[in-house]
């Protein structure tokens, strides 16, 4: 699998990687201000990904999200907060069907939830599980105490992966590895900047 494949696998599983709250702000281990903007590091280059607006989908406001390498849009995401959880529903053109649970809301050591969905075409399933609710991680731009959710044997288009996303109270997505097949590559914050 090539450098680039990886990266844009990578980019796209950041957002795996999906209330009460009022939809544009989103949940407070995931906001979702308009304009919010988080930098990573994923080997030797840097990914963007942006808050950039509310799009109807399926009768419903969600939160489009748009993921930028080297300054250009590579996958635009589409994400909806309900009472118990931040739902991913669509990836570039292709709908999520059902769409998948990317954060349980409350967070609660434990809990797990499966997967069986469709990306397309392509099938996804598996099982996520909220590891721990106050992990220590440390990124570039900082220790943090975060929620860890991990994937757990899932196949996505007959694929096995393992995911593993840290989740920060008021800052979202701080850190994020994954191993598809045999390589491995890990996702860390550079830097966070809330939406105004």
Known sequence: MSHTIRLAIGAAAILLGQVA????TGYEYF???AKSKWTYK???QSV???VSGIEKYNNEECTRVDTIVNGKVQASELYIVKTDGVYRVKVKDDRIDPPVKVLAIPPK???SWEVKS??????VSGKFVTKEVSDKVVT????FDAVL???????????????????????????????????ESVLELTNYEEGK
């Open 21 to 24: 709250l009022a939809q544009n």
């Open 31 to 33: 906001p979702l201000k």
């Open 42 to 44: 994923v080997q030797d």
């Open 48 to 50: 963007e990904v942006l």
């Open 109 to 111: 050591k434990g809990d």
């Open 118 to 123: 469709k990306v397309g075409s392509q099938i």
């Open 140 to 143: 570039p731009k900082g220790p």
């Open 149 to 183: 959710v991990e994937g757990v044997d899932l196949d996505v288009a007959g694929t096995k992966t393992t995911v593993k996303v840290w989740f920060a109270k008021g800052v979202g997505i701080v850190k994020l590895t994954y191993k598809i097949q045999d390589a």
